[in-house]
């Protein structure tokens, strides 16, 4: 999402004198043009509509702050999703995260520990460096012995970039990452990622930024408008996946990874979207007036990240139908107990995880993710 269609939505609280009550609502701040709008969390409809209102500012909106809307003193209480608290909640700093190539079957299991840690994953993106990226990324190691092996190494498959977001986050990710020899860490600290997934030498499942300042540069490197590193997706012999946003926010999306590698599909590329309704009702448009959850399927898509990946495998789109299971959630856990939807999915809007249902439509939809909103 280009930084003028971010919105920013927080949790606000006005403390009503004539009726001594609390209120809630949703302060909406709109980049693009600088207009508020609120909603209601109680009534559940707009309390606001969008308009213009000058003395509210960006540098005004963080929890804690007070912002006056028509006389109404807001109390900034909290940030309403993943996304706003991503940007703003600067004590909570930000940390860059790799999942180097020996690790690639493993990718499941060390999102979820990252999941289970309690680190907000603000930005995903599989993909492979070129050698002079490598000697980019690794240039403080230039001239050491390990050199030439570490950025053979690096760029010999896919690897998986990732911002992490939590108190204290480069601390706490290199602890969970544990000590850079693999010997080590299975003896100081045997369930660090290294421990259990490491190997030997350069082939030790993760890199973790060593200080705020190199961890800015490294998310740069990975995630900024002007990057190098292109996403994996091929565009053959593939479907389309996609983990929706409740299951990223509930922390399960390492668990439906695990799922989908340790049942023989390949991950060829996989990246976090913040999508915008736009973007999302034109990617379901073939369920316009077919299915008539399509608006609340459009609008669910926006409601926080999501991953999409490029899956593949022979006759990929039928196959892996089968390990999504039905639409329905219900009628999966009654008919198809052991799919992916039966298990995380809610209802037929929150139901874990999109795969494309026509044949022909494979190739097309990752196309839409991987090739056109990367030109977006
Ligand atoms: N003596 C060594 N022999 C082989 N590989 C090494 C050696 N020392 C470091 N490496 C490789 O180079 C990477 C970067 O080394 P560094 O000293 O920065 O370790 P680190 O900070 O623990 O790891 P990283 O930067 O990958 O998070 C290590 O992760 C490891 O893959």
Redesign the pocket.
Known sequence: MAVNDERYVFIVEWFDTSASLIRSYNLIYFMSDKTIEMFDLKNKRIFLKRCDYPSVQLKDLYVGSIVTVYSRQLKIVDYADVFTRSKFEVQRGKTFG?I?PDAYTHIGKIITAIEKNGFVIGNLKMTRMQIADAQQF?G??RG???FE??TQ?ICSDFIVGLELIADNSVKKW?DL?G???CQVARVEAPNSMRALYGTE????A?????AAGSASRELDFFFSDKSNLKSTAVFNNCTCAIIKPHIVLEGKAGQIIDIILSEGFEISAMQMFYLDRATSEEFFEVYKGVLPEFQAMSEHLTSGPCIAMEIRQENAVKSFRDLCGPHDPEIARTLRSSTIRAKFGIDRVKNAIHCTDLLEDGILEVEYFFNILQQK
């Open positions: 790799m180097k690794y403080e190691h050491k012995p390990f092996e570490l190494f290199r990452i000590p850079t020899k030498g350069v082939r030790n993760c890199h973790g930024s060593d």
